[in-house]
């Protein structure tokens, strides 16, 4: 059967992530993969990670299954600290997942098993592994408009192609940090997109994967709540890789919902049905050591101190690049670059100007122009804009 393989093409974030580490540049500069760095290029194991990581060794005392749902507690615990009003048992359950990719993939399983007819909306654009995930399980996809170089999503738009969407379809909508714009709604706004999204009878389907680095954790985590208490159903998929920064620890969540609503119990068999269909039953260490942080206030506060330091940064970086860039092109305008939330921001490029910065600058994006700026030395953000408009 092997002879029969033929090349694929390999998703664009992953192949420029590989190009980037086999570049032997010096000065490269690594705008890829969604992956914080500290102005020194490296990407830190948090203090409280650390420190949970070492009680978890000294105090573990088997290696036996964590179970197919894997770490009630952690799941608990992380699904409080986002949706602090939601009691976990009774108007949220859910699963320990592989990753915030594992939970889109288990969460979209979930949503074809309980509804075979639902359609899944994208953003345009949106994170490619969306797509991939949603092909792979068979999902139809339908795409509605999102905006790449303004300061605001229209929602008016939005709404207006969600008119073709049939009861029952599915929304995915980006918490924050939207991925690969930066650009998120304001609160109000997105509480307008939900409102629409619930009166066309459709279920949103928030991909929570960067709370904590917009515009801190509890309000974050509050845009979250914001669809929570507007829809009656939604499915959440969250992330631990970036706001702990276990990135190759693979640990998320999937979560189904529902206030106060009793027919959410009977979802549970379906969750736990289709993990153990896939890997069966998740690793341990990264929800172990999540568990471990939330569920002392010492070293939550840590990591919560922690990944404030980080969010301000990457915010720095923002303001200093959007600045430089205005010096290098004036007649663009770049606020929305400063005013975007996160890593990510898009610039206006063709993928064979995105390829002639990486071969000639040695400055890698995604292809689609994304751009994380995570990595930014501040003091070089005139030496990288000169870069990235010299192909525009
Ligand atoms: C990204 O968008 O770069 C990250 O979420 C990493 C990934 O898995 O694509």
């Known amino acids: 059967m092997f002879e029969h393989a033929e090349a694929r093409p390999i998703d664009q974030i992953i192949a420029i992530s590989r190009a980037y580490a086999e570049d032997p540049r010096a000065e490269k500069v690594d705008f890829g993969i969604g992956v914080y760095k500290d102005e020194m290029g490296n990407t830190p194991v948090m203090r409280a990670v650390k420190e949970a990581e070492r009680r978890l060794v000294e105090n573990q005392t088997t290696k036996t299954y964590v179970g197919v749902g894997g770490d009630q507690r952690y799941v608990e615990l992380f699904a409080n600290a986002v949706l602090p009003d939601h009691a976990y048992g009774r108007d949220i359950l859910g699963i320990q997942s592989i990753g915030g990719s594992g939970a889109v993939r288990v969460l979209a399983e979930v949503a074809l098993a309980l509804n075979p007819d639902a359609t899944f909306w994208l953003p345009d654009p949106t994170w490619p592994n969306h797509q991939a995930i949603l092909g792979a399980v068979g999902a139809p996809i339908e795409r509605y408009p999102y905006v790449r170089f303004t300061a605001e999503p229209d929602i008016g738009a939005i709404l207006a192609k969600l008119d073709t969407a049939k009861a029952g379809d599915v929304v995915i909508i980006h918490a924050s940090c939207h991925n690969p714009t930066g650009i998120d709604p304001a609160l109000e706004d997105l509480g307008r997109l939900v409102d629409?999204?619930?009166?066309?009878?459709?279920?949103?389907?928030?991909?929570?994967?960067?709370?904590?680095?917009?515009?801190?954790?509890?309000?974050?985590?509050?845009?979250?709540?914001?669809?929570?208490?507007?829809?009656?159903?939604?499915?959440?998929?969250?992330?631990?890789?970036?706001?702990?920064?276990?990135?190759?620890?693979?640990?998320?969540?999937?979560l189904l919902v529902s206030r106060g609503n009793p027919k959410l119990a009977a979802t549970n068999s379906t969750l736990l049905a289709t993990a153990r269909a896939s890997y069966s039953m998740p690793p341990d260490h990264g929800a172990a050591i999540v568990r471990t942080i939330l569920d002392d206030p010492e070293l939550k506060a840590d990591w919560l101190a922690e990944l404030e330091e980080i969010r301000n940064r990457i915010n720095g970086n923002r303001s200093a690049l959007a600045l430089a860039l205005a010096r290098a092109k004036q007649d663009r305008d770049w606020t929305y670059i400063d005013k975007g939330q996160g890593m990510f921001s898009l610039l206006d490029v063709t993928p064979e100007a995105a390829a002639r910065l990486r071969e000639e600058q040695g400055v890698y994006i995604i292809p689609d122009g994304r751009k994380n700026i995570a990595s930014l030395d501040a003091s070089q953000a005139d030496v990288v804009a000169a870069k990235l408009v010299s192909v525009l």
Do not use: H, Q
């Not at 954790?217 to 929570?228: E, G, S, T």
């Open 196 to 254: 629409g999204i619930v009166g066309r009878g459709l279920i949103p389907f928030v991909d929570a994967a960067y709370i904590g680095f917009g515009t801190g954790w509890n309000r974050d985590a509050a845009r979250v709540a914001a669809v929570a208490e507007r829809a009656p159903e939604m499915l959440l998929a969250l992330s631990c890789s970036k706001n702990f920064g276990i990135y190759r620890e693979r640990t998320g969540a999937a």
